[in-house]
Nanobody, 122 residues
């Protein structure tokens, strides 16, 4: 059974930080491209960051560049998304995904977690 499980979401004030985790079971994340995506109510799913840990490649959406950092820990089979300087506009359900092809387009990815809610509010 191939699964991705996100954790770390919650409620945070604007300007705060949150670290999301995505842990794989049934396969090794290092063999895949991994992406973080988010979806706010009524909006399309948006790619925010992606990585291919085997090569160290990373990409970020313009909206999060300089604030979010994607990283991986192969020993833990886990990918992280560190979110700093959070804005109200960052409120969304955040998903991690794994796929063969690297990029910020959600259609590139084959395996998806169930998502974790991030709410930025004062």
């Amino acid at each position: 059974q191939l699964q991705l499980v996100e954790s770390g979401g919650g409620l945070v004030q604007p300007g705060g930080s949150l670290r999301l985790s995505c842990t794989a079971s049934g396969f090794t994340l290092n063999n895949y491209a991994i992406g973080w995506f988010r979806q706010a109510p009524g909006k399309e799913r948006e790619g925010v960051a992606c990585t291919r840990s085997s090569s160290g490649s990373t990409n970020y959406a313009d909206s999060v560049e300089g604030r979010f950092t994607i990283s991986s820990d192969n020993a833990k089979n886990t990918v992280y998304l560190l979110m700093n300087a959070l804005k109200v506009e960052d409120t969304a359900v955040y998903y991690c995904a794994a796929g063969r092809y690297y990029g910020l387009g959600y259609r590139l990815y084959d395996y998806w977690g169930q998502g974790t809610q991030v709410t930025v509010s004062s």
